[in-house]
């Protein structure tokens, strides 16, 4: 048995300024045929997973074509029709294949579509036809679409977040892709849509984790093969955004409806317990001095790269430099002209810069700084964190400085921090510090919640900001939850 697989990942925030391009990808990753067996074998992502699950089976996995850019903004027209004709070009360089597994996303947007992956899927249909499996993975984030659900024999998307399962799913992916080739499964799915948007929530913790055992409850039936909560993703201004709530069983449509709805019908009974307290920098540092151990992990949710954001926002650093916090770390703001001229004046020298806020006013004003820079690295790290282990990072020259206290470190790329590694290459054990502060929403959790004595999420301006009244959502063709107090009948929706 032959199966294809590969991947077109992006989350677009459409309030970004900055246009996705080839560039954007390649920075991450623009790779063909062997060399993505190369980039994820033995990785814990989506490919990752396919790999590893095709090896246990015997499978012969055919490697096509990889697509993978950190969130940003609207992907230029011109980018989305490279990326079509390179997926479709490597399939057909397959030659005959019994399956494509493909590792997509669910939000991705172009100038020319808002959904990213449902165009794409009827791309590799057109040139397929409707004959051959075709199964992608998902992001919990994705907005899912009626035309995702026509065009794929089955969508799977993660449950947890952080995404901890993200190989689990590509290895399911591929074990049900084989067992529908062999006719043992004949999948078919319901997708119901609330209109309800979320901000960014933790399946670690109630709401979400409640609404997770409701699902896995459901998929224990012998006839359901998935039941997936998609929290969509909020930082996007198109027609269909928001939560949903897709089911597969084995040739039981109206099951999967009725899984469907009353999953949908929890969700919304707990709509309220998903907007949390919010609090600003200032709080958050206050708050982590009422803990008497350490370290306390503060994560700046509204400029989370992994979000769209531009990564160089300066609210908590400036709160942090002002009050004069001792003991603490900052991993890390995005600034390659900083790091660049602190690999210019070396190790053990100062330096007189602005840091940070050179995308827009509105993640913060630059910071007029005089750092001491305590060393350098290049930046490279392998992944350690449960999601996406083994994963290599690049974020090009970066540099610690301390200013006032607080050790800082500046790299060239932008990312979110996911776990330990980029502190650990300058030098810093976080477990030593009072206060460890970081630009992620949740996925940090995943390697961060068993390290530190607390978590407080801080909120300021920025493009992943939980308060989601903040963004003009222009384009929505129906009325949502928060923004409205609606019903919600699902017999009538």
């Known amino acids: 048995m032959r199966i294809a697989v590969g991947q077109v990942t992006h989350e677009t925030n459409t309030f970004s300024e900055t246009p996705t391009t080839k560039e954007t ?4 990753e623009w790779s063909f045929g062997k060399e993505i067996l190369e980039n994820h074998k033995g990785v814990d992502d989506y490919l990752g997973g396919m790999i590893y699950e095709c090896e246990q089976l015997n499978v012969e996995v055919e490697p096509t ?4 850019a950190y969130p940003s903004g609207i992907i230029t027209e011109e980018t989305y029709y490279q990326i079509q004709r390179e997926l479709i070009n490597s399939i057909k360089l397959t030659g005959k294949v019994d399956a494509i597994c493909l590792a ?9 579509t808002e959904d990213l992956e449902g165009s794409l899927l009827k791309a590799v249909r057109k040139e397929v036809g409707y004959e051959i499996p075709v199964i992608a993975t998902l992001d919990l984030h994705g907005n899912i679409t009626e035309t995702m659900v026509a065009e794929a024999d089955l969508l799977l998307g993660v449950n947890y977040y952080p995404h901890i399962d993200s190989a689990m799913r590509g290895r399911e992916a591929i074990d049900l892709a084989v067992k529908m080739v062999d006719k043992e499964i004949f999948p078919v799915m319901h997708l119901t849509n609330l209109p309800l948007m979320i901000p960014t929530s933790t399946t670690n913790l109630s709401p979400a984790k409640d609404i997770n055992e409701i699902c896995w409850k459901y998929e224990k039936e012998d006839s359901i093969i998935d039941c997936t909560f998609y929290h969509g993703f ?7 955004v928001g939560v949903s709530v897709l089911v597969s069983t084995n040739k039981d449509k109206l099951l999967a409806e009725k899984i469907a709805n009353d999953t949908a019908e929890q969700i919304w009974s707990k709509r309220e317990q998903f907007f949390p307290e919010i609090l600003t920098p200032k709080q958050g540092v206050e708050k982590a001095y009422k803990y008497k151990g350490g370290p306390v992990v503060i994560n700046e949710t509204s400029d989370n790269p992994g979000g769209g954001t531009p990564g160089d926002g300066t609210h908590l650093l400036r709160t942090m430099i002002d009050m004069d916090v001792e003991n603490s770390c900052f991993g890390y703001i995005f600034d390659p002209e900083v790091a660049e001229r602190a690999h ?4 053990g020298s100062y330096i007189d810069v602005k840091l940070g806020g050179k995308t827009d ?9 005089k750092g001491y820079v305590k060393n350098l690295t290049d930046g490279v790290f392998y992944q350690s964190s449960p999601m996406w282990r083994g994963l290599k990072n690049n974020l090009g020259k970066s540099a610690r400085l301390t200013v006032n206290g ?3 470190i500046v790299c060239s790329v932008k990312s979110q921090v996911l776990d330990e590694q980029i502190f650990l290459l300058h030098g810093i054990d976080i477990s030593k510090y009072k206060i460890v502060a970081l630009k992620s929403s949740q996925h940090f959790r995943a390697a961060f919640e068993s390290k530190s004595e607390k978590i407080i999420t801080v909120d300021s301006p920025g493009l992943s900001s939980i308060q989601l009244s903040n963004f003009d959502y222009s384009k929505l ?7 409205r107090d609606i019903e919600f009948n699902i017999a009538k929706n």
Do not use: R
């Open 25 to 28: 990808f390649e920075t991450w």
């Open 344 to 347: 210019q004046a070396g190790a």
């Open 104 to 112: 997509l996303h669910g939000a991705g947007i172009a100038e020319n």
């Open 65 to 68: 074509f990889s697509a993978f």
């Open 477 to 483: 063709k129906i009325l949502m939850y928060p923004f």
């Open 406 to 408: 607080v050790e800082i």
């Open 234 to 240: 909020p930082y996007t201004n198109i027609s269909q």
């Open 361 to 369: 006013a509105f993640h913060g004003e630059p910071l007029t700084i």
